[in-house]
């Protein structure tokens, strides 16, 4: 079990250019969450994805950012034409169906290690 | 709205000490709530997950308590050690969605 696995670790983009962040869960999880922690800031909710299915992007800002978790392969969380404000680390973690909203299984949340994006 | 908050931001210690770590909660219906763990430019590592019928959680020198009346948890950290320096961050499911609000994290400095 290899756990979440995220990649790249470290990606660097030019102002305007696109960033592909990719989030594999751990295997037999089905449920996906990014989270985007800024420099010298708490983690940030952005979106949380089902197999196909978008359930919650409230913490997505509207324009620019996009998500999603195909039928077969990993996450894609897309920035397009980055900005400065952009850079920060984003963190992926993967579960187990929740029991109901708000009620995780016992296995709780388990996160990758993060990519970590500057904007140059 | 959940909003939780941690208490001390930082702490400094020197090795051997026992410590708390304080975190707590604006709404008290929570399922659970999990303790993680970052190092400097790392993820996250789950320590220990309370689930709302439980009043407590141990793990080796960790032990996490839960009271969720008055919207509080502490992380007891025993004989503290150089390697358990890191952030650790408390988070609680948002009430009625799938989004997890975490707390901003209290730095520990364990001094050998």
């Known amino acids: 079990n290899a756990g979440v696995m995220q990649n790249p670790r470290h990606l660097v983009r030019r102002r305007g250019q696109e960033a592909r962040l990719r989030c594999s869960p751990v295997?037999?999880?089905?449920?996906v969450y990014w989270y985007r922690q800024l420099p010298e800031e708490g983690l940030k909710f952005m979106v949380y994805?089902?197999?196909?299915?978008?359930?919650?992007e409230s913490g997505m800002p509207k324009e620019r950012f996009s998500a999603e978790f195909p039928k077969e392969g990993p996450s894609i969380l897309r920035i397009q034409q980055v900005v400065r404000g952009d850079s920060a680390a984003y963190f992926c973690?993967?579960?187990?169906?929740?029991?109901?909203?708000?009620?995780?299984?016992?296995?709780?949340?388990?996160f990758g290690s993060g990519t970590r994006l500057t904007v140059v | 709205k959940q909003e939780v908050t941690q208490i001390p931001a930082a702490l400094s210690v020197p090795e051997g000490e026992n410590l708390v770590l304080n975190c707590s909660f604006t709404?008290?219906?929570?399922?659970?709530l999990q303790w993680f763990r970052q190092d400097p430019g790392k993820g996250l590592t789950s320590l220990l997950l309370i689930q709302s019928s439980q009043r407590e959680q141990t793990s080796g020198r960790l032990n996490a308590s839960l009271d969720k009346s008055s919207g509080r948890s502490t992380l007891y950290i025993a004989a503290s050690q150089p390697g358990d320096s890191a952030t650790y961050l408390c988070a609680v499911p948002n009430t009625g969605g799938f989004k997890t609000i975490f707390g901003a994290g209290t730095r520990l400095f364990v001094k050998a």
């Open positions: 709404d008290s219906a929570i399922y659970n």
């Open positions: 973690a993967s579960s187990p169906p929740p029991l109901s909203r708000g009620y995780l299984s016992s296995g709780g949340y388990t």
């Open positions: 994805l089902q197999k196909e299915n978008i359930i919650d």
């Open positions: 295997k037999g999880h089905s449920h």
